[in-house]
């Protein structure tokens, strides 16, 4: 433990290579007059002997000075406390013990059980270098008829939940995480309500939750433990994947750890570009993507939330994350009021890797099912308004009739799951149904 003895033992000139002193809070920063820390790098603010907050380096200000954002509440710090930089960055724990826990964005458990015995980490690896993702070519199955029959994932894809609020995305996901074939999910609930992570912990069934990490940092954290959080989910799925296991991670929200991005930046002194977002953010955003993926022996899938600003599809952060992503599922707010879940808009939504990952047989059979959903999406307002005389159009007619039994197979209760031949027989005899529909 570091004493005042300690400090007074360092020589003068030497004594702000690790240890600063508080000279002012600035909004929801502090600043420093050293120690010599690099951006990043954890300090710890002192009173006496006594490790109070953790904060990381996040700027530098002129003669010295440091800009530091701290992990909690600012409350309680005086001008003159003493920092001292530890050298390295913030490190958590990886590992199986995490399975079935709850831990926030440094690693410390939420759950009320022990703390996490296992080595630690860095919670930022090298870049994946382009040439050593392999190519995706297995189905990642989540027993969800209307994604494995038509929408079908790949091991190692990367995909957005476009959706506004209150459309259902919380359950499609729980959903999702009970019916995957994967062999363990990290989830990382960025910047949620409290009631919200505690729901999500207790309504997941437990032979999945003895299988999923959960990294949780409410919405009234501190903007770095949020995106730090972040971090700390990637970090504890990268140490999966490079044991050889099958990972889906899903970060709900990806619009929220932006925001958190953009305090930190606006707090560092950048200026807002698009809708009150930094230029930060927008290079954040592929960085975090980018680590997801097929890479070593394992697999990351992964499945970004993205909250649409009043049910806009241009969006800034879905914009910037949409031509990353190798797919998308849009969830329709028109949908969920009729009480259809899941309120997946599949005509709207695309998985870019399911030639790869599926045979032609399979690949045939979605197309034809997107094609009648199209045509009778083509034709909805003049049915709906009488316009439409039955036996105009053969191929039409065919696909009013399935529509019925089409919309019921696209939904499914929350405690239901398919296997993938389930799925797959159920479609065909619906389309084969109606002979008019073998040339759609």
Known sequence: MITAEDIRAVPAERRFRRFGRIEAVRGLSVVSRGPDAAIGEILWLMDGDRRLMALEASGFLPHGRVLLTPFGDLTGIRQGMMVLSTGRRLRVPVGRGLLGRVVDGTGEPMDGKPPVWSRRFEITPEPIRPLDRKPIDTPLWTGIRAIDGLLTLGRGQRVGIFAGAGVGKTTLLQQMLEGTTADVAVVGLIGERGREISEFYHQLAPEALAKTVIVAATSDSPAILRLRAMDTTFR????????????????????????????????????????????????????????????????????????????????????????????????????AERDHFPAIDVLKSLSRVMPEVVGASHQQLASKARRVLARLDKNADLVALGAYHPGADPMLDACLRIEPDLTRWLQQSVEAFDTPDETLTTLRELLEREPALESA
């Open 236 to 335: 504890v799925a990268e140490a999966f994947r490079a044991q050889g296991l099958d990972v889906m991670l899903v970060v709900d929200s990806l619009t929220r750890v932006a925001m958190a991005q953009s305090e930190v930046g606006l707090e560092s002194g950048e200026i807002a570009a698009v809708r009150g977002y930094t230029p930060s953010v927008f290079h954040l955003l592929p960085r975090v993507l980018e680590r997801a993926g097929r890479v070593g022996p394992g697999t990351i899938t992964g499945l970004f939330t993205v909250l649409l600003d009043s049910d806009d599809p241009t969006d800034p952060i879905g914009d910037a994350v949409r031509g990353i992503l190798d797919g998308n599922l849009y969830l329709s707010r028109h949908l």
